[in-house]
């Protein structure tokens, strides 16, 4: 039959392109009522006082609630975030008062109406300054945080979280390498810019339970927070999660799900909609994580990488939210894909006064990548060496082992390969600076990825498979659809176990907690790996079932039978079986006796041997698996105005095992093109007070269609040994090695070191002026 | 959504119009002209204008028209981008508001709201400056018609209740060499950094102007300025005198590079009306 390698059509995707697929807040019912947020008009500030009254009084008001109303703190692994600021506001934006009102336009007529006076206090706009012995603190309190354990807080400055990697002896390795080269790095905060901003509708029934409906990608996360948060019981609360218009990362953790059960609660549990408006969810909500860092990596004459020292000073903004596991996935994946014995890094999460940080596409690894890609040129340069052989020399093997000495084992990806498909596709040897004829010059870059899922030891998933009357299964797994195609990934995998066709596999779309198998959180590239994993458990579970009952039937061994293409049969005698369709829902035999009952496959899958990293030396076995690839970029730059046009965008990426090449090649197309596009011209721009200037899409421009280069992309298919029929994620992948190709292309072209993003055409015309 | 009350007035005629805004100005309102609506909403949302109440100019017919007349063709202000890019008799018209916006945007802005709303680029007007053409102006009086080069002075000079209906441009016009550059921070769909308009006509070349300075400018004495004998780097080195405000420095881009987009550009124009 074969399911797995072909490109099956998304299941949503005819109402998708129709637009009828609903988004959440495409539903609507005439109970609701609306929440709308006043937003912190300084970033740094102490509230002197604020005035309700005249919210309080207007049409259609419920309730106006403010900081000291709501004794909470949030927070994933930090709790260091109330609900809505309380004495004092750390970034522009910050949510300090919120209406509930009969209508949306009630709702912000009385959000008008509240007056705030703020303080001004001194406003902290980068790592650095956070970092200086004389900075003010963001958290004067942070020792009465809570915080698990992997996190480390230093109280008493600026600092949530510090990761220490320490691998070999970093004196040594210096000592030993004859080319050092060291630079600094940096880019702004910035946003995801999901096509559906963030939503969540929250009531209170009148026993208790609390129903939330959210654009979410963490459904059960969300249940687990509520209880952590507000001490109720989690089997009381439910959380709904359709289908989502891009999740990126932004709508993982907790979003506005706890701050709008609090509106329900103020208005005796009725049902209230809380929407972010563009602006909201670019500023107010979470975004992409800033940085500043420096690499020093040194090398033998002949490339060898001996040593690598790193300092990530991540700007994580007010609140801590993802952004401390970030810089943990970063320090844990810190050299990149590159065989280091000597590592010396600490990953900082640093508290600014910028708009805060949660995960991004990519989770701490397009972050490092940038610095790591970046210095891999410059010592490319320095060694006298092709970049692209460089790469080749160092790249990472099975029998290396990682920055947290952890052994790369016989699943580990084929980087090699990678590097010399994309070198083939992106035409390296061909040359990478060419100056055309009309004076333009054409330049490539390159840029290799690897990554892991940052998660907690005891991820899982579950899966249930149902069946119908004529022997077509529903599948049923906790995995939240956010554009990927997942659901359609999991339909091709249970439709290959089974031997049936993918339109005879549906799909659940909506996930509900009270009713969905649990699933840790759709995120980190593992539902693929994950949920596929628990959809064969529960395949095998269904199988033996149906082997079961028709093995009285047939009266034979259970286990000589087989089943497949919709029998159920005995192996050597294809010929003496039943029709799946009618054992699954209980054999009838000819005088009407039933035996058997329905088969209700179940499957599970949590993830093998993980640990925690040792928090002195970061030792420890923190990845389930790490995808490898190879980028590179090609652009065209006109050297007068450093204008520049992306031509080609390459990726081959060692995905295990191709399930879907279609879905696949989007997802890693359409990450190329936002990395492309935060890398060439996003970022917020900050005044010295830390307001946000670009705070819309006005201002705040992503790629267009028809910025778009050519996306070149290829596959190796190193086999996953615990992966669903060999796979492993590629879901975020596709963004990790494209800003340090991007850079390295515009660098050579130039021949001016680019190290800070993003790369307008009038940052690269600046620096190349101050470097002449 | 916009968060105050307004009136809303949707006359069917010139007269109406005037008339409902004298009214609305007499009770002491701050009523205002719009077309296609884009600036309304967008800024209105976010609390960047107000007004008391909006006259629709929407189902004003003569506002609606693309016509040839004797003296000229004529374009009602009313015509989105869009449909003022798909008249074929004025390919440098074309191509200059193609770059406004996006697609789906252009569906909505009209000639007279690029022109006469808030935002500073304008980008619509350069052709017209170039071309010289007519603009119609209404009234509390009725309509008159100005050179479009008297009638603008940093933007449109507009008294209180008037709006333009349309600009007409003369035929001879249609073949004029035209040379359009445009340059923008990234994406092609933003805000000119520069948006330089070029036609050569038998007085010679002609530039207009838009992102450089806070508003666009077509200007006789540059015109002259570039049309002399001189050298190109002689031409750019004392072209500043000509250009009548300071460039811009905003969160877009510096002045210095806008300068330097200019004059590498203004040089391109010169040498490319040179080859030709």
């Given at each position: 039959?074969?399911?797995?390698g ?15 697929l ?15 947020l ?20 207007m ?19 930090l ?6 600021a ?5 970034y522009y ?15 912000d007529?009385?959000?008008?109406a509240?007056k705030?006076e703020?303080?001004?206090?001194e ?51 210096f ?15 910035s946003?995801?810019v ?39 019981d ?9 289908a989502?218009?891009g ?18 609660k103020?208005?005796?549990?009725k ?28 090398a033998?004459?002949?490339?060898e990488l ?25 320090a844990?994946?810190c ?11 600490d990953?900082?999460?640093v ?9 991004y ?18 010592l ?25 000495q ?20 992106i035409?390296?040897?061909?040359g990478s ?7 333009k ?5 390159f840029g ?13 998933a ?49 996930v509900?907690?009270s ?6 959180a ?22 033996s ?18 089943v ?71 652009l065209?730059?006109?050297p ?16 295990g ?22 890398a ?16 819309d ?7 267009r ?8 992309v ?7 040994g615990?992966g ?18 991007l850079?390295?292309a ?27 | ?7 809303y ?8 119009a005037t ?13 205002l002209y719009?077309?296609?609506g ?11 204008l ?7 100019l ?9 016509r040839?007349d004797?003296?000229?063709i ?63 102006i209404a ?65 010679g ?47 877009i ?11 590498l ?12």
């Open positions: 039959m074969g399911s797995i072909i490109s099956a059509v998304r299941k949503e995707a005819k109402d998708k392109v129709a637009g009828r609903k988004y959440l807040n495409d539903y609507n019912s005439p109970d609701l009522l609306y929440g709308a006043k937003t912190s008009t300084f970033a740094h500030g102490r509230i002197k006082s604020i005035d309700i009254s005249e919210a309080l009084k049409p259609g008001v419920r309730a106006v609630l403010t900081g000291k109303d709501l004794p909470y703190r949030f927070g994933i692994y709790g260091d975030k109330p609900p809505l309380i004495e004092k506001v750390r934006g910050e949510p300090v008062a919120a209406v509930v009102a009969d209508s949306q336009r009630e709702a007529e009385a959000v008008e509240i705030v703020y303080e001004a206090l406003v902290i706009n980068s790592p650095t300054e956070a970092l200086a012995d004389s900075a003010v603190l963001i958290h004067e309190n942070m020792d009465e945080y809570p915080h698990i354990d992997a996190i480390r807080p230093e109280p008493g400055s600026n600092i949530a979280n510090r990761t220490k990697i320490r691998k070999g002896n970093i004196k040594e390795g000592e030993k390498s004859h080319v050092i080269v060291e630079e600094t790095f940096s880019f702004p905060p946003d995801h999901a096509m559906e901003t963030r939503a969540a509708v929250a009531e209170i029934l009148g026993d208790g339970r609390i129903v939330i409906h959210s654009t979410t990608q963490a459904p059960f996360v969300v249940k687990n927070l509520m209880g952590a948060y507000f001490g109720v989690p089997g009381k609360v439910t959380v709904i999660a359709h989502i218009g999740g990126y990362g932004g709508k993982a953790g907790m979003q506005l799900e706890g701050l709008v059960y609090l509106l329900s103020a208005v005796g549990g049902k209230v909609k809380l929407v972010n408006t563009r602006e909201q969810d670019m500023i107010t909500s979470p975004g992409h994580i800033g940085l500043e860092a420096k690499a020093r990596i040194g033998s004459k002949e490339g001996m040593a690598a020292e790193l300092l990530f000073m991540f700007d994580s903004g007010a609140y801590a939210d993802y952004a401390v596991n970030i810089s943990r996935a970063a844990i994946g050299t990149g894909p590159y065989r280091v014995p000597n590592v010396w890094c990953s900082l999460c508290y600014t006064n910028h708009p805060f940080a949660t995960a596409r990519g989770f701490g690894h397009i972050e490092l990548a940038f610095v790591i890609e970046r210095t891999m040129d410059i490319a340069d320095k060694l006298n060496m092709d970049s692209m052989e460089l790469r080749m020399k160092n790249a990472i093997c099975k029998g290396d082992t990682t920055p947290t952890s052994l790369l084992d016989s699943n580990t990806g084929d980087l090699k390969a990678c590097i010399k498909r994309t070198a083939e596709m035409g390296w040897q061909e600076r060419v100056v055309t004829e009309d004076g010059i054409r330049a490539k870059g290799c990825l690897w990554k892991a899922p940052a998660m907690p030891t005891n991820t899982d579950g899966a249930i498979i149902t069946f119908n009357e004529d022997g077509s299964i529903n599948v049923h797994c906790g995995v939240v659809e956010i554009g990927q195609g997942i659901k359609t990934g999991f339909a091709q995998i249970a439709a290959e176990k089974f031997g049936i066709d993918v339109e005879q596999v549906h799909v659940i779309m909506d509900n907690t009713i969905s198998p649990h699933d840790w759709t995120a980190a590239s593992r539902g693929l790996m994950m949920g596929g994993r628990a959809i064969l458990s529960a395949c095998e579970d269904a199988i079932q149906i082997k079961h009952t028709a093995s009285q039937v047939l009266r034979c061994p259970e286990e000589d039978l087989h497949w293409g919709g029998r159920v049969f005995i192996k050597e005698e294809e010929h003496i079986g039943l029709l799946v369709k009618d054992v699954a829902l209980g054999y009838v035999y000819p005088d009407g006796n039933a035996i058997g009952g329905q088969v209700i496959g179940r499957g599970k899958y949590i993830s093998r041997r993980l640990t925690g990293i040792d928090p002195d030396t970061g030792k420890g076995n923190p990845a389930l698996e790490w995808t490898l690839g190879a980028q590179a970029v090609e065209e730059l006109d007068t105005d450093c204008s520049y046009r992306i031509i080609k965008a390459a990726c081959t990426m060692d995905v095992k191709l399930i879907n090449p279609a879905m696949a090649r989007g997802q890693i197309a359409g990450g190329m093109a936002m990395a492309l596009s935060f060439r011209q996003e970022g917020f721009e900050f005044n010295d007070r830390g307001h946000v200037i670009n705070r899409l006005r201002s705040y421009k992503t790629l269609i028809g910025d778009a280069p050519e996306y070149l290829d596959y190796v298919e190193t086999p996953q615990d669903p029929y060999g796979a492993r994620g590629l879901g975020e992948q596709g963004v990790i090695g494209i800003p340090g190709a850079a390295n515009l660098s050579r072209a130039l021949g001016v070191p680019f190290n800070h993003l993003p790369l307008t055409p009038e940052s690269l015309w600046k620096k190349r002026r101050d470097n002449r | 959504m916009i968060s105050f009350d307004f009136e007035y949707r006359p069917d005629s010139i007269k109406e008339d409902v805004y004298a009214q609305l100005h007499e009770e002491g309102k701050s009523p719009f077309s296609g884009t600036e309304v909403i967008t800024m209105a949302r976010k609390g960047a107000k007004f008391d109440a909006l006259i629709d929407k189902n004003i017919e003569e506002m609606n028209v693309y040839k004797e003296d000229g004529y374009f009602g202000a009313n015509m989105t981008l869009n449909e003022a890019a798909e008249m074929k008799d004025f390919p440098l018209i074309r191509e200059v508001v193609r770059t406004i916006g996006d697609h789906t945007i252009r569906n909505r802005i009209t000639l007279g709201g690029n022109i006469c709303g808030r935002l500073p680029y304008r980008e619509a007007l350069l052709p017209f400056l170039l071309y010289d053409a007519q603009v119609y009234g509390i009086n009725g309509i008159k018609a100005l050179s479009i080069n008297e009638a603008f002075n940093k933007r449109l000079v507009l008294s209180k209740g008037e709006f333009v209906i349309g600009f007409k441009v003369k035929e001879s016009f249609m073949d004029t060499k035209y040379l359009n550059i445009r340059k923008v921070k990234t994406s092609e769909i933003d805000y000119p950094l520069l948006h330089i308009a070029s036609i050569k006509d038998e007085e070349i002609k530039i207009a102007v838009s992102g450089l300075c806070a508003y666009p400018f077509r200007s006789y004495e540059l015109d002259k300025h570039i049309n002399c004998n001189s050298e190109p780097d002689e031409i750019i080195n004392n072209v500043y005198q000509f250009i009548p405000g300071t460039i811009k420095e905003d969160n881009a510096s002045a210095e590079y806008r300068k330097a987009l200019f004059e550009n203004l040089e391109k124009i010169l040498e490319k009306w040179g080859e030709a």
